[in-house]
């Protein structure tokens, strides 16, 4: 990992959102969009988060990250009619200062209701409390959430779920096993019913072959990503 690049040009204004496609299969249209994290160099050396969030937590920039993030995404859909989410941690929505920041850049923003954060299933399940503040907090706003990887970790997924989500994103590992195992199946068909109960989307996440598709196509699932739709780029899809 090329640390030592990354250091010596490294600030906050060079992470940049990039964009992934969320997909309605249904009308094979863009639904969404994730806005997620990038180090571009000034010689337009590109890195992910796992290459650079040593420096963030180093720096103790964390908070600045995600606020960050958050405030060029919604400049870049400002005047733009489309949804899009970004990403936050457990120390994230902890953090009542990171949500009085969101929150008041959403007081003059056109059609909030359009911006959401994803949050990891493992920081919502060990994070209960704080992320039904959290979510109180931000329908006031208009901001859902969604919460992300569902299905990866072990946990209460009925109480999560009871929460006011806007969203579930399945774990992609969860689904790659769906043709190995029926009670992966009957595990998803059992969280998509909980789901549309509560008016909540499904997401099937990290798609990244057609076979996958094929297989997602078959169950109530209506909105999916990954590589076999786009690669995050730096700019989003023509609808």
Known sequence: MPVREITESYTLDCIVPYFQPIVDMRTERVWRYECLARLVTPQQKIFMPSEFLHLIE???????????????SAAYFEDNNIAWNINLNAEDITDPRLLHTLLGQLVD?????????????E?????????????????????GVFIDNLGRHSGNIRKLMSLP????KLDGGLL?????????????????????ESHISIVAEHIEDDDTLDKIRHLPIHYAQ?????????????H
């Open 58 to 72: 180093r720096n103790q920039n964390i908070h600045a990250l995600a606020a960050t993030m958050f405030c060029k």
């Open 165 to 168: 989500l806007r969203g579930i």
């Open 226 to 238: 990954g590589f076999v739709f786009s690669k995050p780029k730096s700019a989003p899809l023509t």
């Open 123 to 143: 920081a919502a399940l060990n994070h209960h409390c704080a992320l039904k503040t959290f979510i109180d907090k931000s329908i006031e706003s208009g901001m």
């Open 176 to 196: 790659k096993r769906l043709s190995d195992s029926a009670e992966v199946e009957d595990f998803i068909l059992g969280i998509c019913d909980m789901a549309y």
């Open 109 to 121: 923003y056109t059609n909030p209701s359009r911006v959401s954060v994803e949050i990891s299933a």
